[in-house]
């Protein structure tokens, strides 16, 4: 959604870089760039006069003048500028101490409420909640099934009473509700309310109705991130006739330029609490100002790539994974559990896609075809235990038939088992030489071996004087162990000089 915004915003922040000296006149350009960004991009004119005002005013002080970088303290400026304008901090749900707290949902029709019910209730499912769906929205026509089939899918109980399509009273189903939610022992009351095509007399007395007759502890506005400046009016609107204590975006993965999404929290006051950006349920999450603006600047979002990560993947698993790096012990199903983890994560371009730099390679992640995982999978599931144990085994009449089961060519059984054992090599020599994975049985074999000749014994090492000149690069310790991550140069958001992304091979769709 944001893709246009921070293009242009990137390549106007990019002319600044190499300046060892800014100008008034540079920064004044610089800001006239950055407001036509904004303003192209559909921000509200309030919000885009006060962020260009506070950026020129930080730009031109002493802030800049004496910073060592003059062009990075600008970047750093807008960034904390517009991590102000998207809520500053991230802002948690307030949960009641005495269940059931109490969550309502408010908005127009055809902003993803519905669908949004299900996202919520599945993501406090997993924080160990017991949440009940609430059908309140009791005219729109197939509104209860819809909650219902979403409910099943999110594997959470839905408590609808009244068929809908104009039928029921949905102040009576809400307040009935919580009732319900005390007896089955529900922690969270998640309440589906009515919209309608625009913000009438009859949609406001509802919803405020049926906010009296629950008294939630937050209530939602639920906002389409597509329909440009009309967020802001209907916000509003919605805040002055039944009052939010929050704001969710959804469908954040449109086309639409997006910049009204940055201006409701402004207008409005309140907070961004979550951001939904797919129809699958799982594609829903906190949402956190500092990341927002780090994607928009081009600068990657490596935090929630790690914490999907850690979602994804079995920390037991990958650690024997990782011990077995160093003594070339990596298996076939080692690779697939791996596999297996990356693609829980998402689509391969959304991952990427979130790495630092990857504005640069938009063209190549478009290209990206998962299926291509998909065919690798297959290729190894169509080995037996023991080829997947030890390819070495895999002959040619082997591969033939792996190639036949899995439904591929016996070149791309090749190209898969001949990469395997490239990478098998290159990441045990990685480890060797970063000191990682050798302890235990490996270090005792390579001590055994030691002053015997034969023709097992590989070539040895050329010996450096005092290790690596300058140290190990990127803070690794001379000594073995894990590196400390924090004297990377540039951190995490930064890729190593001279990194050309459009360079990357990435696997291109058939």
């Keep these: 959604m944001f893709d246009t915004l921070s293009d242009r915003l990137t390549s106007v922040l990019q002319n600044l870089r190499g300046k060892g000296k800014l100008s008034d006149a540079d ?29 020129k005013d930080r730009a031109k002080g002493a802030e800049v003048s004496q910073a060592l970088n003059p062009a990075q303290q600008v970047i750093k400026i807008v960034n904390e500028e517009l991590i102000g304008i998207l809520g500053g901090e991230t802002r948690r749900l307030n949960l009641a101490k005495n269940p059931p707290s109490v969550i309502m949902l408010a908005g127009l029709q055809g902003s993803g409420k519905t669908t949004l019910a299900g996202k919520l209730a599945l993501w406090l499912k997993k924080q160990g909640h ?16 819809q909650l219902q089939v979403v409910g099943e899918r999110a594997g959470v109980t839905t408590f609808a009473p009244e068929p809908g399509n104009g039928v029921g009273d949905p102040v009576d189903v809400a307040r009935r ?70 704001v969710v975006l959804t469908k954040l993965d449109g086309d639409a330029r997006g910049g009204a999404a940055l201006s409701v929290r402004h207008v409005t ?18 949402f956190h100002p500092d990341r927002m603006a780090s994607r928009i600047l081009g600068m990657g979002d490596v935090l929630t790539l790690i914490e999907q990560a850690e979602q994804a993947f079995d920390q037991e698993k990958a650690e024997r994974a990782a011990a077995k790096l160093g003594t070339g012990e990596l298996t076939l199903e080692d690779f697939l559990e791996q596999m297996q983890a ?24 478009a290209q990206v075809d998962d299926s291509h995982l998909d065919r690798l999978q297959a290729i190894i599931r169509g080995m037996t235990p023991a080829e997947r144990a030890n390819p070495k085994i895999i002959n040619a009449s082997r591969r033939q038939r792996i190639a036949k089961g899995s439904g591929v060519t016996v070149r791309e059984v090749n190209d898969l088992v001949n990469r395997f054992f490239e990478a098998r090599k290159m990441m045990q020599q990685m480890a060797g030489r970063f000191g990682f994975g050798l302890g235990g049985s490996a270090t005792k074999k390579r001590k055994g071996k030691k002053g015997k000749k034969g023709k097992n014994k590989g070539p040895t090492p050329p010996k450096m004087k005092g290790g690596f000149p300058g140290g190990l690069p990127g803070g690794f310790p001379q000594g073995g162990g894990m590196p400390d991550l924090s004297q990377l140069g540039g951190g995490l958001n930064e890729l190593p000089p001279g990194f050309d992304p459009s360079k990357l091979k990435l696997p291109k769709k058939k």
């Design 342 to 365: 990356v693609r829980r994560m998402g689509p391969i371009g959304n991952l990427l896609g979130m790495l630092p730099g990857a504005g640069q390679m938009k063209e190549q992640l």
């Design 177 to 246: 509700s919580i009732e319900e939610a005390r007896r089955a022992q529900h922690d969270v009351v998640i309440v589906d309310t009515a919209g309608r095509l625009g913000v009438d007399e009859e949609l406001m007395r509802q919803a405020a109705d049926i906010r009296d007759a629950v008294t939630p502890d937050e209530t939602l506005f639920v906002v389409d991130a597509m329909i440009g400046q009309d967020a802001v009016t209907t916000a509003e609107a919605f805040r002055d006739g039944v009052g939010f204590s929050g």
């Design 269 to 286: 006051g309140k907070p961004i609490l979550f951001a939904s950006n797919g129809e699958k349920l799982e594609d829903f999450d906190v």
């Design 27 to 55: 920064i004044d350009a610089t800001a006239r760039e950055i407001r036509i960004a904004l303003l192209e991009a559909d921000v509200a004119l309030p919000v885009v006069r006060e962020f260009i005002k506070q950026v």
């Design 130 to 145: 017991t949440p009940l769906l609430v059908a309140c929205d009791l005219q729109r026509p197939n509104a209860v099934t």
